[in-house]
Each structure stands twice: as C-alpha cells, then as structure tokens.
C-alpha cells in the first residue's frame, strides 16, 4: 500500500501538520517504522480527500486591478519618460559638440596658412655656410641671465592648530 509523509499527507487533505502529530500522540492514526503513514490509515481517519478546486479557474493573472499590475505599468511609464529625458538630453549634446566642431574648423583670422608661409632652407639637406668663429669669442663663455619669477621673501605663518578644549582653557597666542 501507498505510504505518505506527514507534510505529502496534510497537502493532500488540506489540513495543519501540527493536527497529523497530535493524532499521531493521541493514537488515532499510526504510522510505520520509517516515519510514514499508509494511505489506508488516513482514509479511515480523515476520509476521502477532497477534491482540489482547479488553480487555474479561480486566479485571474491579467486581471487589471490587480496590484501588481498597477504598479509594474506606473514603473513601465517612469521608464518611459526616462528614456525621453535620456534622449532629449543626448539631441542637446550632440548639438554641442556639433557647434564646437564648427568653431575648431572656422579659419582664425591672423594665423598663417601652409601657403603663406616663408620657405626657409633645409637643414638636413643643405647645411649652408657655417659662420666662422672669432678669435675673441673662443676665449670668453657668453653667459646669459636666467630671468626668475620673482616670489615674496615674507609669507605669513599660519597659526598654530588648536584643540577644542584648548580654545576655551589656554591664552590666545
């Protein structure tokens, strides 16, 4: 015969596990050594197992009032309006970098073109003349002055950092 587990059992009747032990403790229904209870026990004490209602029939999933539902279509909107804003602020950039694109490429007015430019001689391929050092230039190194920025000789010394308790305790100094 069929045995059952005390949680299969009170799926199948619908009823608490707490009442399956208390009629286990009682001694109205019995169970074997593997911790089991036979079908036909439990059909002489609880009877026929009533029939489930089919799940399907009384749960409507779609139904518009539900809950749920309110609230994942108020979420579906938020996205919604988010990825407006989001595309809304993309147009504004794109506008922005298309109008610093405009100002790099616009001709500046006293820049010298390619064109305009001088040719000078090239270095690498024609040297030139080098000058002739003089005889006086050889003796005496030319030095040049390094120009400085010039810094403040006196910067303020910032006040010693105080404790709370300090403030109220100590002079000032």
């Given at each position: 015969?069929?045995?059952?587990?005390?949680l299969?059992?009170?799926?199948?009747?619908?009823?608490n596990?707490?009442?399956i032990?208390?009629?286990?403790?009682?001694?109205?229904?019995?169970?074997?050594?593997d911790?089991?209870?036979?079908?036909?026990?439990?059909?002489?004490?609880?009877?026929?197992?009533?029939?489930?209602?089919?799940?399907?029939?009384s749960?409507?999933i779609?139904?518009?009032?539900?809950?749920?539902?309110?609230?994942?279509?108020?979420?579906?909107?938020?996205?919604?309006?988010?990825?407006?804003d989001a595309?809304?602020r993309?147009?504004f950039?794109?506008?922005?970098?298309?109008?610093?694109?405009?100002?790099?490429?616009?001709?500046?007015?006293?820049?010298t073109?390619?064109t305009?430019?001088?040719?000078?001689?090239?270095?690498?391929?024609?040297?030139?003349?080098?000058?002739?050092?003089?005889?006086?230039?050889?003796t005496?190194?030319?030095?040049?002055?390094?120009?400085?920025?010039?810094?403040?000789?006196?910067?303020?010394?910032?006040?010693?950092?105080?404790?709370?308790?300090?403030?109220?305790?100590l002079?000032?100094?």
């Amino acid at each position: 015969m069929k045995t059952l587990t005390v949680l299969e059992l009170s799926k199948l009747y619908n009823i608490n596990r707490q009442t399956i032990y208390n009629n286990i403790k009682k001694g109205i229904l019995s169970k074997n050594s593997d911790n089991k209870i036979d079908l036909a026990e439990a059909l002489r004490v609880f009877g026929e197992p009533v029939k489930k209602q089919d799940v399907k029939d009384s749960v409507k999933i779609d139904s518009p009032s539900s809950t749920e539902v309110v609230l994942l279509r108020q979420q579906i909107d938020m996205l919604k309006n988010q990825v407006s804003d989001a595309k809304e602020r993309e147009m504004f950039y794109q506008e922005q970098i298309e109008a610093m694109q405009r100002l790099l490429e616009a001709p500046k007015p006293n820049m010298t073109t390619f064109t305009d430019q001088k040719s000078e001689p090239d270095i690498t391929t024609d040297p030139g003349p080098e000058p002739e050092p003089k005889e006086e230039e050889l003796t005496t190194p030319v030095i040049s002055e390094n120009k400085r920025i010039p810094v403040p000789e006196l910067i303020e010394e910032e006040p010693k950092k105080r404790g709370f308790l300090s403030r109220f305790f100590l002079p000032n100094g």
